[in-house]
């Protein structure tokens, strides 16, 4: 489902992300693991298609982000960790906003707002405008947003900053089911007991450069992410 063929992202002469090579396939959860400047947001970016980058490809069901980049984003739904909306609309406009770039039917639509709102327990706010909404509040309509379409693909930075304990439960849960029914989610974050947990793959990034991947069982063995994750990071004695 996404592809990460050698990408090599530089801002001057530093490399962001140096030779990073990643696939990440229907059904999976994976997960990507790094310090702050590890080149985490720069690589999630690249895929959505945000960034530009120096050298390799990114394919998305098959297609280069370079080629088509059109085609790759009606296939992806992006989640930044800050969510960035237009604070002006309300939250229904918002919605319908986004349903509307998509194409999605006025029906499927209507039932997946509806949906998601109420499991989300934002039904009710989204006549107010966004920008009464609480931060929590903002990433919840930021998810109802990235499911309204249903991708193929979800990309996530730091999904579950500013949700509270039920949302994240929530959250997780859909990840498994659209995963489930063929999807694919491709996900940093730094809770690392979440990763451990919830991730089919995990890919551990330091300085742009790939230091492991694979299962969760491969990656860690025995120990936690978290120890493993210290290990690598130089931070634990082994």
Do not use: W
């Not at 327990?121 to 405008?129: F, H, M, R, V």
């Not at 089911?177 to 990034?205: M, P, Q, Y």
């Amino acid at each position: 489902m996404l592809k990460i063929n050698n990408l090599t992202k530089r801002y001057g002469d530093k490399k962001a992300v140096d030779n990073l090579s990643l696939h990440i396939q229907k059904g999976e959860i994976y997960g990507f693991i790094g310090h702050n400047g590890a080149g985490k947001t720069t690589t999630i970016k690249s895929c959505c298609g945000i960034l530009n980058f120096d050298e390799g490809d990114i394919l998305v069901d098959g297609v280069s982000i370079k080629d088509d980049p059109l085609s790759c984003k009606k296939k992806i739904a992006y989640i930044p960790d800050n969510p960035d909306l237009y604070e002006f609309l309300s939250g229904i406009k918002y919605l319908n906003f986004v349903a509307d770039v998509f194409g999605v039917s006025r029906q499927d639509r209507e039932e997946r707002i509806s949906k998601y709102a109420d499991m989300f327990e934002l039904t009710k706010d989204l006549a107010q405008p966004i920008n009464a909404y609480s931060h929590g509040m903002k990433q919840k309509l930021a998810v109802i947003s990235a499911l309204i379409h249903d991708p193929k693909l979800i990309i996530m930075d730091e999904p579950f900053v500013g949700l509270d304990p039920k949302a994240s439960h929530l959250l997780k849960q859909t990840m498994r089911e659209h995963c489930d029914r063929g999807g694919a989610i491709f996900f940093s974050t730094h809770v690392l007991e979440v990763a451990e947990k919830l991730c089919d793959k995990v890919a551990i990034i330091k300085g742009g450069k790939l230091i492991t991947s694979g299962t969760m069982e491969e990656v860690k063995g025995d120990a936690s992410l978290e120890h493993v994750f210290l290990e690598l990071e130089g931070e634990k004695d082994a």
